[in-house]
């Protein structure tokens, strides 16, 4: 599996778009990028995943760079609901394959 | 459409015992997955069932063990708990992962966990 890196936490005001980077730099051309979240000591939340097109769903929208080495994942109005540790997770669409989650970045959203 | 359901909500054993966790998938998947999350270790990848056999484990040791019903629950069983085997458990499932199936065919949801302590 590639690895991610992500930065361990940011801060966001409450009704602000929220940015999370992710770096991917040794993807390969078969491996989708996954974000999930997950809210203290709750399941992990699936938000959204991509392969090289950015796309946008009811949660959030995804960002891929056209060389596919990095990615951010945009919550549009953050609420305080939105606090959570953001996984930035890539993974061929293989049979398979596990989830490897890394670190994480902690999202915090004030009011 | 229920989600993952995951039981008992809470569980203490003490050391030597043996844990029983349950978990009942979203309706119509066939594919149970079984993550470990300890304090300060992260999430890590345990066992994969599906259609009732056991397809990957992760590295963990064989007191880890589990099962999955014809009707696509799914059993974790750690035997001789250690004290480091305190930990959310957590049961995600999917739609059987094939090749070629359409992206976020096998999107794993996740359940709430089961949260184990060893004393």
């Known amino acids: 599996d590639a690895k991610t890196t992500q930065p361990p936490s940011m801060d966001c005001a409450e009704g602000r778009a929220a940015n999370l980077p992710c770096n991917h730099s040794?993807?390969?051309?078969?491996?989708?990028v996954y974000w999930y979240r997950q809210i203290h000591s709750q399941g992990p939340q699936y938000i959204i995943h991509?392969?090289?097109n950015n796309e946008t769903n009811e949660m959030a929208s995804l960002i891929i760079t056209e060389d596919r080495k990095s990615s951010t994942l945009i919550l549009p109005h953050a609420t305080l609901r939105d606090t959570a540790v953001y996984y930035c997770?890539?993974?061929?669409?293989?049979?398979?394959?596990?989830?490897?989650f890394g670190a994480g970045t902690i999202l915090r959203v004030k009011s | 459409e229920a989600g993952v359901t995951q039981s008992p909500t809470h569980l203490i054993k003490t050391r030597g015992q043996q844990a029983t966790l349950r978990c009942s998938p979203i309706?119509?998947?066939?594919?149970v997955y079984w993550y470990q999350q300890a304090l300060g270790l992260g999430l890590q990848f345990l066992l994969w069932y599906d259609e009732g056999e056991e397809r990957n484990r992760g590295n963990f040791p064989p007191r880890f063990s589990g099962r999955q019903f014809p009707n696509y629950s799914s059993e974790l069983n750690v035997n001789a708990l250690e004290l480091e085997d305190s930990a959310l458990y957590l049961c995600a499932s999917s739609l059987e992962p094939t090749f070629g199936s359409p992206p976020g065919t096998d999107t794993q949801y996740f359940g709430p966990g089961t949260r184990l302590t060893v004393l």
């Open positions: 309706s119509g998947h066939t594919s």
């Open positions: 991509g392969l090289k």
């Open positions: 040794t993807i390969s051309g078969n491996e989708y």
């Open positions: 997770i890539v993974r061929a669409m293989e049979y398979g394959n596990k989830l490897v």
